[in-house]
C-alpha cells in the first residue's frame, strides 16, 4: 500500500478475498460481487485540488456565507457547525463528550444535561436533524443521535448549547433519528440499530431469534420516550414524510442473524413503514405493554412475513437498504437506497395510503421505480428540479438521475434516467443538498462526506482527516468546489438557510440553561449580577463572584481541607464576545462564561495549600492578570 497509486484499492473486510470489481455497474448482481468481494474501489481522481474557485463559492475575508451547516462530529462525540459555501467551521457543539475548552461534562449546567449518561466521555453523532415548522427549518433546535451509548440529544440554536439529553430504553445503539415535518416537530424518531433479547437482563443469551430491537418516539419538548414498536430485523435510517402520517425506516438483517455471513444472507430485505396515527391511538386506548422496568408503552410491529401490522408495513427492498430519504418540496416519494444492491427503490407515499386502507394487496404495489445507479448506494438527497443524487460508496461518486425519467423506465418507457456522474474521493457515505430535507429546497449546493481522504491532504500519520467535498449542483453538471477536511468522522450534514437560525449574541440572564444555579443563589440571598460572597453551610462553602474584563470579583477564598466547594461565576460583560474562562489550577477545572452567563462548578478541596485560578479566555489587556488564589487549610 505504499505507492500513492495503489491508495485507490481498500481491503476493508478481512478475512475476505479480494477480487477484481468493476467500476461501474455491469449488471443487476454486480453489488454483491461488490461487497463479497471484500474491495472498496476507489474512484479515479479526477480534477486533483487547485482550480480557482468560482466566483460565487468564493465567501471573501469579511463576508458571510448563505447557509449553516449542521455537521455530525461522529465518534468526537459533538456537532460542528460550517458556513456553507466558505466551508470555514465556526463552531463546534460539545454534547456527548467531555470538552476541554468549554468545560462541558466539568460544569454543574452541563452535568445536568448529561444526567447519568454522563458518566460516559464518548458518543458516537450520526444523524443532525433541525427542527420543523410546517417542513420548514424554525431554527428552534438540533436533534443528533448517539449511536454509541443509545442516546438522543436536543440542541438549543438559540444559543448553540446541548440542553436535553435522554437514554433510550430496551435497545442497544441509536442510529436512525428523524423529524416530525408538519405541522411542526413534536416529535423525535430513534431507531435502535442492534437486536437484544427484551428484556436484557440475561435471558436468551445464545438465542439471536428471541433478539429484538424498537423504534422510539420522543416528545420534542420534554425528550421522554412515549412510545416505541418492536419491529423485524435491525434498523438503520428513517425518515418522516410530508404530512405528519408516515416514518419510513430501513431494515436489515431480515432473518435476524448475528454474524456477517448471517446478515448478508436474505435476498430482500425491508423498507418498514409506521402508521403513526394508529401507533399514538393505540397509545392512548392503552393497548400496549411494557418491557421490564421500563414505563415505556411498546406497541408490537412485527409481522414481516405477512407485509406487516395495522401499525407496520414491510416493503421488500433489494438486500441491505440503507439511507431512506423523502424528495422535497412536496413529499410524493420516498428512496431507499440499496447498499448491497445498485438499486434505489422509490416509494409513492400515497401508495402507503392505499396499503393501510385495504386498496393494496402486495406491499410491493407501493413502489414505483427501482433505477439501477451504480455500486453500493447509500443515501439519497435531492434538488428542486426532480432529480435525486445518490452517494455510490464502492464506485466513489455522486450520481444524479431524474425521479420522473425512473418512473418512466420502471413503467416500461425506454428512457435514460442518469443525468449526471461525478467521481468524489473517496468513499462516499452521506450526501446532503441544501434544503433539501424541507420544502424550501434550492438546489444549489451538496456536501459529499467521504470517509478516505488517503492523498488530498498533506500527510498526518496514519491516521487521515475524512474529507467533505462541496459540489455546486445548480446546472446541468455537478462541479466540486471545495475540499475540507474533517475530523473524525462526520456522518451526515444538513445545511440550512443563514436567515433561518437566529441565534442570541449574548445570553439572558433568564436563560433556562443556567436556572437551578441562579435559583441555588437566591435561596443563599445572592443576587448574582452584584454579590461576590462566600457562604459557608456546614461543610459545604458556595463562592458566589463576577467577572468583569480585566477582574473577578473575588481574588482570594479561604477553604478548609475536604470541604465540599461550589464557585459561581457570573460574567457582567455585555459586550458581544468578551467571554472569559474559569480555570482553578491542578484541580482539571476549565470553563466558559459568556457575557451575561452564569456557570458553576462542585468539587472537594482536597489539597492543603495555595491554588491560583485564572481567566482562561483572552478577554483584555489585562487578561493575564485577571487571576485569584483558593487558599485551602490543611
Ligand atoms: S448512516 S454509519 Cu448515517 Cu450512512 Cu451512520
Ligand atoms: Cu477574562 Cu481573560
Not at 460539545?94 to 445536568?112: L, Q
Not at 420522543?218 to 434498523?235: F, K, P, R, S
Not at 428513517?238 to 444472507?265: H, I, Q, W
Amino acid at each position: 500500500m505504499g505507492s500513492r497509486a495503489n491508495r485507490g484499492r481498500i481491503l476493508i473486510l478481512p478475512g475476505l478475498e479480494s477480487a477484481n470489481v468493476p467500476r461501474r455497474c455491469g449488471g443487476g448482481r454486480c453489488g454483491r460481487r461488490g461487497l463479497a468481494g471484500g474491495i472498496f474501489s476507489g474512484g479515479a481522481s479526477a480534477s486533483r485540488p487547485g482550480r480557482p474557485l468560482e466566483k460565487d463559492h468564493h465567501v471573501a475575508p469579511g463576508e458571510l456565507d448563505t447557509y449553516y451547516g449542521f455537521w455530525s462530529g461522529g465518534q468526537s462525540g459533538e456537532v460542528r457547525v460550517f458556513g456553507i459555501p466558505s466551508m470555514r467551521e465556526l463552531m463546534r457543539i460539545p454534547v456527548f463528550n467531555f470538552d476541554s475548552a468549554t468545560g462541558w461534562g466539568i460544569t454543574n449546567e452541563s452535568k445536568r444535561v448529561l444526567g447519568e449518561g454522563g458518566a460516559f466521555l464518548n458518543g458516537d453523532t450520526h444523524h443532525p436533524k433541525v427542527s420543523y415548522t410546517d417542513a420548514r427549518y424554525d431554527g428552534r433546535w438540533c436533534f443528533i443521535n448517539d449511536k454509541a451509548n443509545t442516546r438522543v440529544a436536543r440542541i438549543r440554536l438559540d444559543i448553540m448549547r446541548t440542553d436535553k439529553i435522554t437514554t433510550i430504553p430496551n435497545v442497544q445503539s441509536i442510529h436512525a433519528l428523524t423529524l416530525q415535518r408538519v405541522p411542526k416537530t413534536e416529535r423525535v424518531y430513534a431507531g435502535g440499530e442492534m437486536i437484544i433479547p427484551l428484556p436484557n437482563d440475561g435471558r436468551h443469551l445464545e438465542n439471536p431469534k428471541e433478539y429484538w430491537t424498537l423504534m422510539s418516539a420522543l416528545d420534542a419538548e420534554t425528550m421522554e420516550v412515549v412510545w416505541q414498536v418492536i419491529v423485524d430485523g435491525n434498523l438503520d435510517n428513517a425518515d418522516t414524510d410530508y404530512t405528519g402520517k408516515y416514518l419510513a425506516a430501513s431494515c436489515y438483517n431480515s432473518e435476524r442473524g448475528v454474524t456477517l455471513p448471517e446478515m448478508m444472507g436474505p435476498e430482500r430485505d425491508w423498507a418498514v413503514v409506521f402508521n403513526l396515527p394508529a401507533i399514538e391511538q393505540a397509545v392512548r386506548d392503552g393497548k400496549y405493554t411494557t418491557i421490564g422496568d421500563s414505563k415505556v408503552p411498546v406497541i408490537d410491529g412485527r409481522g414481516a412475513a405477512q407485509g406487516g401490522t395495522e401499525y407496520t408495513l414491510y416493503i421488500p427492498v433489494p438486500r441491505s437498504p440503507h439511507g431512506i430519504n423523502t424528495a422535497p418540496p412536496d413529499g410524493k416519494y420516498f428512496v431507499a437506497s440499496g447498499k448491497l444492491s445498485p438499486t434505489c427503490t422509490v416509494v409513492e407515499w400515497a401508495k402507503v395510503d392505499d396499503w393501510f386502507a385495504g386498496k393494496l394487496n402486495d406491499p410491493r404495489d407501493t413502489v414505483v421505480a427501482e433505477p439501477e445507479v451504480g455500486l453500493g448506494p447509500l443515501h439519497t438527497t435531492y434538488d428542486n428540479r426532480g432529480n435525486a443524487y445518490t452517494s455510490l460508496f464502492l464506485d466513489s461518486q455522486v450520481v444524479k438521475w431524474n425521479i420522473a425519467d425512473a418512473i418512466r423506465a420502471y413503467n416500461g418507457e425506454s428512457v435514460n434516467y442518469i443525468r449526471d456522474r461525478v467521481d468524489v474521493h473517496y468513499q462516499i457515505g452521506h450526501l446532503k443538498a441544501s434544503l433539501a430535507c424541507s420544502r424550501d429546497v434550492d438546489g444549489k449546493y451538496l456536501a459529499a462526506l467521504s470517509k478516505f481522504s488517503k492523498d488530498r491532504f498533506l500527510p498526518v500519520g496514519p491516521f487521515h482527516p475524512e474529507n467533505d467535498q462541496l459540489i455546486d449542483i445548480s446546472g446541468d453538471k455537478m462541479k466540486i468546489v471545495h475540499d475540507g477536511p474533517t475530523y473524525a468522522e462526520p456522518h451526515d450534514a444538513l445545511m440550512v438557510r443563514a436567515d433561518q437560525i437566529r441565534t442570541k449574541q449574548i445570553y439572558d440572564r433568564d436563560d433556562p440553561f443556567f436556572a437551578e444555579t441562579v435559583a441555588m443563589a437566591k435561596r443563599d440571598g445572592v443576587v448574582l449580577e452584584r454579590d461576590n460572597k462566600v457562604i459557608r453551610d456546614g461543610n459545604k462553602v458556595r463562592v458566589y463572584m463576577t467577572s468583569l474584563a480585566p477582574n473577578f470579583g473575588i481574588t482570594d477564598f479561604k477553604v478548609k481541607k475536604g470541604q465540599e466547594v461550589t464557585i459561581v461565576v457570573t460574567n457582567l460583560d455585555e459586550i458581544e464576545d468578551v467571554s472569559h474562562g474559569f480555570c482553578l489550577v491542578n484541580h482539571g477545572i476549565n470553563f466558559e462564561i459568556h457575557p451575561q452567563q452564569t456557570s458553576s462548578v462542585t468539587f472537594v478541596a482536597d489539597k492543603p495549600g495555595v491554588h491560583w485560578y485564572y481567566c482562561s479566555w483572552f478577554c483584555h489587556a489585562l487578561h493575564m492578570e485577571m487571576n485569584g488564589r483558593m487558599l485551602v487549610e490543611a
